[in-house]
Nanobody, 113 residues
Framework: LQLVESGGGLVQAGGSLKLSCVASGRIFSIMGWYRQAPGKERELVATIGFDGDTKYEVFAKDRFTISRVNGRTSKIYLQMNSLKADDTGVYFC?????????WGQGTEVTVSS
């Protein structure tokens, strides 16, 4: 099982970024994005089920869009618009499968105000 994230970087407030995560090795039921701001605990951003059912935390609604492509190699994306300084942190891809779950290594997002 391997998860590889990309897409983080430095962006000005109001800008956009698109995060990507490639996951291979299993069929994943729920895939999602979490984030961890400096000095804070990791928190959920959004999840997406195998059938495309999405759930967002309040701060992500109307600004972020989660999507996925299923296959032998699955991909999950997080389109982030209207970014704010509070969105700064490390973003982690998470996947769940029948016998467990796995995390990506994280990709850093910095939003300058």
């Amino acid at each position: 099982l391997q998860l590889v994230e990309s897409g983080g970087g430095l962006v000005q407030a109001g800008g956009s970024l698109k995060l990507s995560c490639v996951a291979s090795g299993r069929i994943f039921s729920i895939m999602g994005w979490y984030r961890q701001a400096p000095g804070k605990e990791r928190e959920l951003v959004a999840t997406i089920g195998f059938d495309g059912d999405t759930k967002y935390e309040v701060f992500a609604k109307d600004r972020f869009t989660i999507s996925r492509v299923n296959g032998r190699t699955s991909k999950i994306y997080l389109q982030m618009n209207s970014l704010k300084a509070d969105d700064t942190g490390v973003y982690f891809c998470n996947v769940k499968y029948p016998s467990g779950m796995a995390w990506g290594q994280g990709t850093e997002v910095t939003v300058s105000s």
